[in-house]
């Protein structure tokens, strides 16, 4: 019998939800280009509920406990002190997500002799040091697709909120203000801009397809060019670089994975080649991007606003300078954790489990890692190494 050690983020400061705003959540059936949403034999939970925090257990309980197996859930995830280190030790299984990283580093994969499968209940295993991983034999697999097109949402979300001079504008209503000169000095009409994405993987296109009737031209760059009828159909215009495509656009948008050959991909260097006032926006990995590079754009005036809901490390210390820079809209860690989505990657993590125990293959496309190098879908989208280096500065983060 396994044990399985489940890292989830921290239930609502006031406990779970008694009721929530809606009844029901729409129910979606598959994704755009076809894959099926999660096929596991069956549910143990209410979707549209808390399952990604810890006394949501992502609805596992019923399930492991009924075969046998030992379920251990914590939110203490930073330190040598942590309960997830001292559990590690004896796990067969780790699951954990990328918005409260339980990260898996090469020091900790050698604690944990037991570890063969670790599972991202979400999108992006880079919390995990992947080259690790595969030279201890460990399998990971994340819920591709679980939470693409709730990313792509808070992507557009967050490029009108900048454009548009949102937040600030929501501040003087709060303040009890009516300062309308205030609230569009720094207000612009998104039609007519460039807008560029940096990978058209399922969220890059997802938010190429919500961007298009906006009026705006739509550019993007990734490693392999989508088909000619999709280029044509939204319009688009590729580069064959990032470097290449930034200096044209007024808005760009991140959205590939991180792993070595994207870490710091966005320092003083190629800001610095970015039109006067272009908005970044940033929902890929905070790592993607020199935390003091988009300090001082944002300073200067290179950049006219930031967004994004990933920072490095997770969760962000207090002092983090992306906490009070100027004109930015960040949020934590959460546009892929909707409770839309959460049921989605609840139901794909338990899939996985599934074929774990059973011996089934786990889809191709949910495989990151395995037999040893980056598979199914890791091998289409990430390279190699690892990019956990630092990690351990989330132990600063104090609980408010
Ligand atoms: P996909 O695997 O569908 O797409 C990733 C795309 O990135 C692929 O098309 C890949 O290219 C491309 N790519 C890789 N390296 C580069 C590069 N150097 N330059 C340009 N393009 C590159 O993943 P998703 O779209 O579903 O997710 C993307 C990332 O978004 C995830 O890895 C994760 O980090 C992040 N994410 C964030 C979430 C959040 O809550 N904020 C939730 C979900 C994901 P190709 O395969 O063509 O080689």
Redesign the pocket.
Known sequence: MAKILCVLYDDPVGGLPLEYPRDTIPVIGSYPGGQTTPTPSGIDFTPGHMLGSVSGELGLRHFLEGAGHTLVVTSDKDGPDSRFERELIDADVVISQ??WPAYLTAERIEKAPNLKLAVTA???S?HVDLQAAAAHGVTVAEV??S??I??SE?VVMMILALVRNYIPSYGWVVRGGWNIADCVDRSYDLEGMAVGT????????AVLRRLKPFGVELHY????RLPEDVESELGLTFHDS?EAMVPVCDVVTI?????P??EG?FDDKLIGTMKRGAYLVN???GKICNTEAVVRALESGRLAGYA???WFPQPAPEDHPWRTMPHHGMTP?????SLSAQARYAAGTREILECFFEGRPIRDEYLIVDGGRLAG?GA????EGNATAGSEEASRFKRG
Request: glycine letters at 16%; hydrophobic letters at 25%.
């Open positions: 990328p918005f979400g999108i992006g880079d591709t697709y939470n693409s709730s990313v808070h940096v990978a058209a993987g399922r969220i890059g296109t760059t990734d490693r392999h990032t959205n590939a994975p991180l792993y050959g994207t991909l929902t890929a990995r994004g809901d990933v860690h959460i546009s892929g954790t879908t289409h989208s990430y390279g």
